[in-house]
C-alpha cells in the first residue's frame, strides 16, 4: 500500500476511536470492510462464545431454581385391573361394563424453606453476573480489537516510512 493509504487508514481509526471528527478521509467501503471483520471476529471469538455459553448456563440454572416454587399439576390416566370379574359378569353379559379406568389430577406444591429460598437468591445473582460478565467482554472484545487493528496499521506506517525514506535516501546518494 502507499504511504498516504496507510496514513488516512491509520487517522480514521483513531477518528473511530476518539470519535472527534465526522469527515472521514476513508471510504466506506474500507469501513464497511472493517466493520465485518469485526462482527466475524466477535462471533467466532472463543473467548465471547464462552463468556455467552456461561451466561445461558446461568440463566437455565435460575429458571429451574424458580421453577421449584411453582405449583405443579400433572393429569394422571390410570388403568386398574378388575379383581371381582366373577362379580361382573352378569353386567357384561348385558352389555354394561362397569368402569375400569381412573383418572386425577396430582397437585403438589413445594414448601418454602431457607436453603432452597437462598439457592434461589444465588443462582439469580450468579446470573446478574454472568450478564454482566459478558457485557464487559463483548464491549472490551471491540476495544481490544480496534487496539490491535491500530497497532498493525501503525507498524505498516512505519515501514512504509521507513522505506519511503531510505528510498529517498537513496535517489539522493546517486
Request: charged residues 25%.
Amino acid at each position: 500500500m502507499k504511504l498516504m493509504t496507510l496514513f488516512k487508514i491509520f487517522m480514521c481509526w483513531i477518528g473511530l476511536m476518539t470519535n472527534s471528527f465526522a469527515d472521514s478521509s476513508l471510504s466506506s467501503s474500507h469501513r464497511k470492510k472493517i466493520q465485518e471483520l469485526l462482527e466475524k471476529s466477535e462471533t467466532l471469538s472463543p473467548e465471547l462464545q464462552s463468556t455467552r455459553a456461561y451466561r445461558s448456563q446461568k440463566k437455565a440454572e435460575s429458571y429451574s431454581q424458580f421453577t421449584s416454587f411453582l405449583p405443579q399439576a400433572n393429569l394422571v390416566v390410570k388403568k386398574e385391573k378388575d379383581f371381582f370379574e366373577s362379580r361382573n359378569t352378569q353386567l357384561r353379559s348385558l352389555g354394561v361394563y362397569p368402569k375400569d379406568s381412573i383418572w386425577g389430577i396430582d397437585y403438589s406444591w413445594m414448601l418454602i424453606n431457607y436453603g432452597t429460598l437462598q439457592a434461589t437468591r444465588k443462582s439469580f445473582t450468579e446470573k446478574e453476573k454472568a450478564e454482566l460478565e459478558a457485557s464487559i467482554a463483548e464491549k472490551e472484545y471491540s476495544i481490544t480489537f480496534i487496539t490491535n487493528v491500530l497497532n498493525y496499521l501503525l507498524a505498516k506506517y512505519k515501514k512504509a516510512a521507513i522505506e519511503n525514506s531510505i528510498k529517498k535516501a537513496y535517489r539522493d546518494w546517486e
